[in-house]
């Protein structure tokens, strides 16, 4: 592992913690469509969850190539994206890019124009959506995430520094296994540091029991991943140990033979496992994926990754979440 210093867990003050929305999602539409969101509900129960506490709203924006999306025509205006930042609340905003062409220059643009227009109300910007996923909706797909990452980062550090906001800049990934993972091999060819120096985080989407059924314990899968992670992909990256981890996306959907009391069990186990290993792992963030069920009724495993039903009434792991937060958040 590098011998860079990680910063120890107890000098931050506990997790930060933050949640996906759910419902129908700008990112993953054609995963999961359901009712349309109700904003008062929404912030009645991200008050709940938040507490006292740092907390941030997950939610995404994408960028096709075209110079409409550069320019932000069509993107949400300013309230309409921040609408959910009552209290205190950060965006942790995610910019994918599904350009075919490698448009680099309109990527840029659009990068700055995100800044210029949401800036204040961001805690987190991540660059690209799951570079390493090769597949639906995976940026991986596109043929150009390593230039858009190591483009991306830098361009959204200088122009937050231009224009005087703080949020912190990273990219994301999920699990790879896999030593010759074309996307982990060209980062470590190309990282320089410049690039490190505008980095402040990397971010970990992971799902233990959802597309591949669990073996053995929760805690344990959660700690291989995890530790995997640290010191085996970002290592050989050359990514230190001074760059914290974001557990970006976590989840565990209900459905059919999926129960309610098993989520909630599940999602406590995943969050204390991640707070344990904290300070060995310098991890700095927790977000849960999601707030609400797409749709309850559907049985699609997609629609229901909510710890509320689509009504906004609880699962039982709405309160587990809630309680972890206060006892561990920061």
Known sequence: MSGAKIIPFAGRGGLRFGIYLGGVSE???????????VPEEINRVLDLLQGDKHFLVRTYLGFTGTD????????????????????GRKLDLV?????????????????????????????????????????????????????????????????????AFTASVGFNAVPSTDP??????????????????????????????????LVGEMTTEVASVLTQFREETLNAAGIPGSVPIHISENGWPTGPGRYYTRQAELIEQMVRTVHQLGSKLNITHYELFALRDADTANPESNNQFGILRDDYSPKPAFEVYRRLIGELGG
């Not at 599904?98 to 987190?124: H, K, M, Q, T």
């Open 68 to 87: 409409e999306d550069a320019e932000l025509v069509d993107m949400p205006s300013m309230p309409d994206l921040a609408r959910y930042t009552w209290r």
């Open 95 to 163: 910019l994918s890019n599904w350009d075919r062409r490698g448009n680099l220059s309109g990527w840029s643009e659009f990068i700055e124009n995100v800044v210029a227009r949401y800036g204040p109300y961001i805690g987190c910007l991540q660059i690209c959506e799951e570079p390493n996923l090769y597949e639906y909706p995976g940026d991986g797909r596109f043929g150009f995430a390593v230039d858009n990452i190591l483009t991306g980062v830098k361009v959204a550090r200088q122009t937050l520094r231009q224009l």
């Open 27 to 37: 990112a993953h539409h054609e995963m999961a469509t359901g009712k349309p969101d």
């Open 180 to 213: 010759n993972d074309g996307f982990w091999r060209k980062m470590a060819d190309r990282l320089d540091t410049a690039f490190l120096n505008c980095l402040d985080y990397v971010g970990l989407n992971f799902y233990p029991d959802v597309a591949t059924p």
